[in-house]
C-alpha cells in the first residue's frame, strides 16, 4: 500500500514540464514558464521527447538525441567545452577568460556551428569582446574548424 501511495504522489512529476531559461547568458531550470523576454525553452518528459523524436526523425538530417548535443555544453555557463578549451589555448593569458554567451545551430549533416562570445585580454592588457565560430562533430563536441 505504501508503494502504491508514492507511485500516485511521484506520479505528476514524470510527465511535468520544465522550463530552460537563458538571461543575460546564464542557464536556470524551472517549472515555471521563463519571464517575458527572456530565451525559452521547454524540456520535455522522456515521454514526450520519445514521441516527438519518432515524428520528426523523417523531416531531419541524421538524428542526435538532443540529449547527446547538451551534454557537449556547460550547464551553468551554456559554453561549448572543446571550443572553450582550444580558445584558451590559443589565448596569451588564458586566466583572464571569461565565456559571455553562447548558441549552436543544428547544420543536419551531423555537425553543429556554434557561436561564442567571450571576454579576453588584448595585447594591451585591456579586457575586449571578442567572438569565435566552430564547426563541431556532433557526436562527440570535437572542434572540426574555426572559422572566426
Known amino acids: 500500500m505504501r508503494w502504491f501511495i508514492l ?37 520535455l518528459s522522456a515521454q514526450d521527447r520519445s514521441k516527438v523524436s519518432q515524428d520528426n526523425r523523417a523531416n531531419t538530417g541524421p538524428y542526435f538525441p538532443k540529449e547527446l548535443i547538451e551534454k557537449q555544453f556547460d550547464p551553468q555557463t551554456g559554453g561549448h567545452f572543446k571550443l572553450i578549451a582550444i580558445t584558451k589555448e590559443n589565448l596569451r593569458n588564458p586566466a583572464r577568460f571569461e565565456h559571455v554567451s553562447s548558441k549552436y545551430t543544428d547544420n543536419k549533416n551531423g555537425t553543429l556551428t556554434v557561436d561564442m562570445n567571450y571576454l579576453a585580454e588584448n595585447d594591451e592588457d585591456s579586457i575586449e569582446l571578442k567572438t569565435v565560430r566552430a564547426i563541431t562533430d556532433i557526436s562527440n563536441g570535437r572542434v572540426l574548424q574555426q572559422i572566426q
Open 7 to 43: 507511485l500516485i504522489a511521484f506520479s505528476g512529476v514524470v510527465h511535468a514540464k520544465a522550463y530552460k531559461c537563458e538571461v543575460n547568458g546564464s542557464i536556470t531550470y524551472s517549472q515555471s514558464p521563463c519571464p517575458k523576454g527572456d530565451t525559452a525553452k521547454v524540456i
